[in-house]
DNA sequence: TCGGTCAAGTTCAATTTGGAACTCAGAAGT
DNA sequence: ACTTCTGAGTTCCAAATTGAACTTGACCGA
């Protein structure tokens, strides 16, 4: 997404602060999809450092401890679950469950090799353990993210960003025919 | 981030309709991070069927496009602008820049190679026709995704939005040292 | 019960990615 | 003017990513 970056200062430009500020003027309000640029510039913000740390710290990739969170979330949980919601293709899933396995932070399954349908996965202790321990940094990201909100502007902005995801599945999905279709000349390069 | 997918229906895994029910209720409603995850899910949503249409479509990659697009929005930026305000790396936009010149969508650089300082880039003329015949897409689709809110809500929307982006400075950035040490054991693996 | 279809999960291979090291142009300091 | 420092951009290469093909269990209808 998605995202990816720096720790000590300077390693990809993710940093907000210092400079840029043109640019950033520009793609905040000069933007034809201003929500979509805040979307995705907030979500770089905030997974950046996190995903950063948790590499850092505990040599889990990204995809590996979402698939941490999303079972510590939702216990039984398939991989085919953790790819809807959070967008990993399966076999990078695949992969990352293998490694928790083998890390022992998910508990084994039972009869599995060679492929079987819809595997309900568990945290071990040791898993439980992780998350609940690195836990307290994600929801201290969000909070000092909130911080410019009072918490009736917090109430608010989650009420709508919630509409707007719970009405995906009327536009999330294919792009429209029509849209496509604007392009005459497809298939180049 | 960024964010990667399907098309024709089963491909990763992001499509929000169909089941992954009692998992995406979970991240939903039962999350210690209930923003962060709306931010993620809805960057999902809305980046996956339109950067695979734009590679399927016009053969550039998220960051080619990427790069293109910010031009577009802030003429003579940099590639260290675009790295900070999308949080690419720079070498990953070294290489979009580089291929985007080699197809003519970005007007030569007079002397570069061998690494100058801050070079002010721009799109050629072809660079701009692509833009625009591109920004439509981009735009329905902003407006699709919105279309579950009034004009209203979503004013306040972007409001609230804004404001938590312009407070980044205050946030974004290195994680607080308290946070980090709340972990005893570093550096494992 | 058999054959057919579907989809979860895996494997493989080719591409892409990004951390690290490097080059070098301006800026700063003396 | 000379040296040092800073940081933008590039190169390199190991590692991660993912599209495609495959395997296999589950479900369905006859």
Redesign the interface.
């Known amino acids: ?5 720096p ?1 000590t ?1 300077e ?7 210092a ?2 500020p ?3 003027e ?3 309000w ?7 640029f ?13 995903y950063e ?1 948790i590499r ?4 889990l990739s990204r995809p590996e401890y979402v698939v941490l969170y ?1 079972l510590a ?2 216990d039984g ?1 398939s991989a ?11 076999n990078t899933l695949s992969r990352a469950i293998k490694r928790l396995e083998l890390m022992g932070l998910i508990s084994p399954r039972e009869k599995a090799p060679g492929g079987g349908r819809k595997q309900a996965l568990h945290l071990s202790r040791k898993g439980w353990a992780l998350f609940e ?10 909070q ?6 009072s918490e009736g ?2 109430q ?3 009420e ?17 025919a029509e ?2 279709l ?2 005459p000349g ?4």
Do not use: H
């Open positions: 997404m998605t995202g990816p970056r720790e200062g390693k990809t430009g993710s940093m907000p602060n400079s840029a043109e640019m950033l520009a793609k905040l000069g933007n034809p999809c201003p929500f979509a805040r979307l995705n510039y907030l979500a770089l913000l905030y997974n950046t450092p996190l740390w850092d710290s505990y040599g999303s979330l939702a949980g085919r679950d953790v790819s809807r919601t959070s967008g990993f293709p399966k321990e690195t836990r307290p940094a994600f929801e201290a990201q969000e000092r993210m909130l911080t410019a909100l502007e917090r608010i902005l989650s709508l960003m919630s509409k707007v995801v719970l009405a995906a599945r009327e536009w999330a999905g294919e792009l429209p849209t496509r604007v392009t497809e298939e180049q390069q």
